[in-house]
């Protein structure tokens, strides 16, 4: 494949690149994803019982929390009858407690002022409101509950995003995350039940492939699109169709 450079953050990332990096990533999805326990359902509460969980937490130490957690407190309702102490201690060995107490305070706030008839809404900007919910949750529980065409953006998505699209770009200045939201958007497909995929695949990418720690190269489904990796190639190699070397790993 030819040697293609990073698209511009004040351009659109062309429409080649766009479809040829969906396409491949989901396909790789759809092979190698991961049996978790959330993907089997679009439940908005369970959707975010698990999106509140592994914010700083290991999957391997939330699945078993997760549906002992769930075993407790079935429903929304049920967080918002029970005390904060109570939930907390449901909560014990996840760490984090704010994020229990606020998970309390948006139960009480859903299912006992009557506005919402007890159900999370459908869009981010509606999440958003809520105690607790940032943009990465809002665009989550849209995403994954609902199937909304929503972009999202945590750690492991903005890791694969910046090493595929805008090497260049410091992910930790507000600049960097407000381009790394745009490409997000940029490349989300039109459909939100394909969305769905797409948001799955990216994390679990970033979970899997192009961690912090090493950048598998070698195994990546959407390297012939990543412009980290194509940099790392002999000058030559995009001209004759092949490579001549494993791409180097690149930073985080």
Known sequence: ??????????????STLRITFGRRLRAWYGRAARDLPWRRTRDPYRILV??????????????PKYREFLRTFPTLRSI?????????EAWEGLGYYARARNLHRLAEQVTRGGQRKGTLPAHPAELRALPGIGAYTAGAVAS????????LVDTNVARVLRRVFAPSLQPRTAAGQKA??????????RSGRTAWTHNQA?????????TAREARCSECPVRSCCATALRAL??????????????????P
Do not use: D
Not at 80 to 88: D, E, L, N
Not at 144 to 151: D, G, I, V
Not at 202 to 208: H, K, N, R, S, T
């Open 80 to 88: 918002g009858a029970a005390t904060p102490a109570r939930v907390c």
């Open 202 to 210: 990216l994390m679990e990418l970033g979970a899997l492939i192009c």
């Open 1 to 14: 494949m030819a040697r293609t450079s990073a698209p511009s953050l004040t351009n659109p990332i062309p």
């Open 144 to 151: 994954f509950a609902y199937e909304t065409r929503a972009a």
């Open 50 to 63: 698990s999106e509140l969980m592994l914010q700083q937490t290991q999957v391997a130490r939330v699945v």
């Open 234 to 251: 002999p000058a030559h190699a995009g001209s004759r169709g092949t490579r001549k070397r494993t791409p180097a790993t690149p930073s």
């Open 180 to 189: 790394l939201w745009r490409i997000a958007e940029a490349i989300l497909p």
